[in-house]
């Protein structure tokens, strides 16, 4: 080593012999550890079961993140401990895996603020603890302080090698645990007085006696108190016996509730009844009209592209009018005279900005109307077509949807490009807006997607993929998928045809009768038979509803993304955990929530309206499409729909008033669903229901069940 540090040889050192040898001892250790995880990762399965495992401090600095968190484990034979989640994570790969063949485990009395504990430390490290205690504990001896456990979720450990710290919820899961650790190899000391196993589960320690075996008669069975946080723990244990109870509870309510329906319904399949088939015949004629009216909705799309082509004519003007201004500018100003002249009109440049905002505006008040009255009549006139017709609900329905959905994007479409010919008029001919080509500005790299610049997109083609693709908000450029998947096309459109047929079969055999079951009670007053029948309808309309909302944004917009090959697939997001009214309406539909944002909001609050009445005004609106979809197709126009819509803003209030005094979301998750879907619904069924059949079939109103 001498000659190592000294001269500048520059020679290779040959390794030392000694760590040449103790690289190989490594080495065989490590192959000897490999060999003994493999035999326990092949070993059989002794015990598995829910502990609380003690989490460290860099483990539970979270707020959110408990002391103990319950973890399910699952012991080999071979001494592999691995650990999971939950129960039904044991088949995928386990979040750790502890070889304690060689470890030690020690039991722990309960605490007053404890359960029992077991520590699984290694041997070695125990055994010198022992030791060192043993001979007497000074500073310079080899002991080392055993752990001690202060409270529920305080430990101290000093040197101990210790690595896991879990709790039992009871004693009888303990003494399993400790019977399983056995069978595994392992060592387990047990306190001198507890559960009766002595010091070690080998021997028969000072625990033996009479006050330490159940199996006694004067054993203690209540031997330490137990409050606080570890009663505590025994009400938050695992509860995955009452989930299953829950579960069977439900599954058995349901199949009695659909077992009661059939027999007395029976099978009802009204869509082979011959009598419905005729009554679909007579109206034929009014069928046929709305559903050819569908398609006739494309020529209010045409006339929405030559309303922007006239805005594009008008824009094009200015800018050469621009542009002829400009050169006469640039003459006057290089003639001397003119450039000495204050009093020329060209020097003002505030002037001319005026004057242009003025020539634009003039412009804009002509593109403005005929863009506002073409979306109006997108909608009014399919509208009164349904109420001068006498067609069945499902083609007034869909003619309806389809003209709200008409009119959606129009309103998009003209909107976005008023605000492309704003970003031309300020800033020049070649300005471009986030999502054109050439749009991106700096250093941000330009998706391979944005093809086109505005006055590009105003084409027929452009205009036919935007009323195609599964948006309501209008942009130049959409991101695509680079081809299109016929498999899964396939998939979605099996599962579109299996949900729909069992949407169909519950409508027939579940919501139709339980519907007329409640129209008696509601026609007499009898509230206490209709309040029943509003518990009764409520189970079938959600589960309608839920297939309604799974067939159109699960599937249908993922169908029509799959053949535009539109890549923005977030057509919802989990509306289900919303713990308020307002966060199930910007949750549940994206697309509409999205349209409702850009083209209604955001403007009102660029205008300098107050936030609350620009919400105000978002569900007014959103109100006012609800009747509409609701009480067109029906020809129904009670306003009902309307004030179910409406009336939800003090709702939403008070939801969250209660969300941020309780500090409780599922309360304000319970709230929603009771007033949506259990009687939210529920009565606006009824209430259409009654009127609908008291005009088209008043026997039908008057004897129902």
Not at 172 to 196: C, E, I, T, Y
Not at 346 to 356: K, L, N, P
């Amino acid at each position: 080593m001498a000659d190592a540090g000294g001269g500048g040889g520059g020679g290779v050192l040959e390794p030392v012999p000694s760590l040449r040898t103790e690289v190989e001892s490594l080495k065989r250790e490590r192959d000897r550890l490999q060999d003994a995880l493999m035999r326990a990762m092949r070993s059989a399965v002794l015990f598995r079961g829910y502990l609380h495992q003690h989490q460290t401090e860099d483990e539970s600095i979270g707020l959110l993140k408990a002391d103990w968190e319950m973890q399910w484990f699952v012991l080999g034979s071979g001494g592999l401990l691995k650990i999971y989640d939950s129960d039904r994570d044991e088949a995928r790969e386990p979040g750790a895996l502890l070889y304690i063949a060689d470890c030690l485990v020690e039991v722990e009395p309960p605490g007053v603020e404890r359960p029992w504990c077991m520590r699984i430390v290694e041997r070695a490290a125990t055994s010198q603890a022992h030791a060192g205690g043993d001979g007497g504990g000074g500073g310079g001896g080899l002991g080392l302080p055993l752990p001690s456990v202060n409270s529920w979720g305080s430990v101290s450990i000093s040197g101990r090698n210790e690595l896991l710290l879990v709790a039992a919820d009871s004693a009888a899961a303990l003494m399993q645990w400790s019977d399983a650790f056995g069978r595994a190899g392992l060592k387990v000391v047990w306190p001198s007085a507890g559960l009766g196993r002595g010091s070690s589960r080998g021997g028969s320690g000072a625990g033996g006696g009479a006050g330490g075996s159940f199996s006694l008669g004067g054993a203690r069975t209540n031997s330490a108190p137990l409050l606080g946080a570890a009663a505590d723990a025994a009400a938050a244990a695992a509860h995955s016996g009452l989930v299953t109870l829950g579960l069977v509870v439900l599954a058995t309510t349901h199949i009695r509730a659909l077992l009661e329906n059939l027999l007395v319904y029976r099978l009802r399949l009204t869509l082979l009844n011959k009598s419905v088939w005729l009554a679909i015949v007579n109206t034929a004629g009014d069928n046929a009209a709305c559903l050819l009216a569908v398609p006739g909705l494309l020529v209010f799309a045409a006339a929405s592209l030559g309303v922007e082509w006239l805005a594009l004519a008008l824009l094009r003007r200015e800018q050469r009018e621009d542009s002829a201004l400009g050169k006469k500018l640039d003459d006057i100003t290089t003639t001397p005279s003119a450039a000495d002249d204050d009093a020329s009109p060209f020097v003002d440049d505030q002037s001319g900005r005026a004057m242009r905002r003025l020539r634009a505006h003039r412009h804009e008040l002509v593109v403005v109307p005929l863009a506002v009255a073409n979306c109006v009549l997108s909608l009014l006139l399919p509208c009164m077509l349904v109420f001068r017709l006498e067609a069945h609900p499902f083609p007034a329905l869909l003619l309806t949807l389809s003209a709200l959905v008409i009119q959606m994007k129009l309103m998009s479409y003209h909107h976005h490009n008023w605000h492309l010919r704003t970003i031309r008029r300020r800033r020049g001919p070649g300005a471009r807006a986030p999502g054109e080509r050439g749009g991106g500005g700096g250093d941000e790299v330009e998706a391979p997607w944005c093809a086109l610049a505005y006055p590009e997109n105003l084409t027929v083609n452009n205009m036919l993929f935007f009323l195609a693709v599964p948006t309501l908000t209008y942009q130049v450029n959409y991101p695509l998928l680079p081809n299109r998947r016929p498999r899964m096309l396939l998939r979605w459109v099996l599962m579109l045809l299996a949900l729909a047929s069992l949407q169909l079969l519950m409508i027939d055999q579940l919501l139709v009768p339980a519907m007329l079951s409640g129209l008696k009670p509601l026609a007499d007053l009898d509230w206490w038979h209709f309040c029943e029948r509003v518990l009764g309808l409520a189970l079938p309309n959600l589960y309608v509803w839920l297939l309604t909302f799974v067939i159109v944004f699960h599937v249908w917009l993922n169908i029509m993304g799959e053949i535009t090959r539109f890549a923005d697939r977030c057509f919802y997001k989990a509306w289900w955990n919303a713990s308020s009214l307002d966060q199930f309406w910007r949750l549940w539909n994206m697309p509409v929530h999205t349209f409702l944002m850009r083209t209604i909001y955001f403007p009102l609050i660029r205008m300098r309206v107050n936030k609350w009445w620009a919400v105000v005004c978002v569900f007014f609106w959103s109100a006012v499409m609800h009747e509409v979809a609701v009480g067109v197709p029906f020809r129904i126009l009670r306003g009902w729909a309307f004030w179910a819509m409406f009336g939800q803003i003090p709702l939403i209030t008070l939801t969250a008033y209660l969300r941020a005094r309780l500090k409780n979301d599922a309360l304000g998750n319970a709230i929603f669903w009771v007033s949506f879907c259990i009687l939210g619904q529920p009565i606006c069924v009824l209430l259409y229901a009654h009127e609908y059949l008291k005009r088209e079939q008043p026997p039908v109103a008057a004897h129902a069940i």
